[in-house]
Nanobody, 128 residues
Framework: QVQLVESGGGLVQAGGSLRLSCAAV????????MGWFRQAPGKERELVSA????????YYADSMKGRFTISRDISKKTVYLQMNSLKPEDTAVYYC?????????????????????WGQGAQVTVSS
């Protein structure tokens, strides 16, 4: 199976920055898009950002626009999430995900159920 390996999580003070990485490791495979989701204790998993692999079209949750930036390195099969101006409410486990299916992506990119592979999760803790 395809493995998504995350790194870059940690503890940071409010207002600080952090960059998460997610690399697709192992078998050669094609993907249409990759994204980041997060889940805080007691809350549902929610979209942070997503990017289509070939064209680089990006999507952001409203609360992340202007603070977070998603990017990818095609040669490394790696997606990044640059997080700036972090707030305590950003504290969560952040998961990367890969989607092989193009179907209706622009309308359903935010749905966790459409993604085929998931990373192990990276804890991001933002202190006051």
């Amino acid at each position: 199976q395809v493995q998504l390996v995350e790194s870059g999580g940690g503890l940071v003070q409010a207002g600080g920055s952090l960059r998460l990485s997610c690399a697709a490791v192992g078998r050669t495979f094609s993907m249409y898009a990759m994204g980041w989701f997060r889940q805080a204790p007691g809350k549902e998993r929610e979209l942070v950002s997503a990017i289509t692999w070939d064209s680089g079209i990006t999507y952001y949750a409203d609360s992340m626009k202007g603070r977070f930036t998603i990017s990818r390195d095609i040669s490394k099969k790696t997606v990044y999430l640059q997080m700036n101006s972090l707030k305590p409410e950003d504290t969560a486990v952040y998961y990367c995900a890969a989607d092989r299916d193009v179907f209706d992506y622009s309308r359903t990119y935010y749905r966790t159920s459409r993604y085929d592979y998931w990373g192990q999760g990276a804890q991001v803790t933002v202190s006051s």
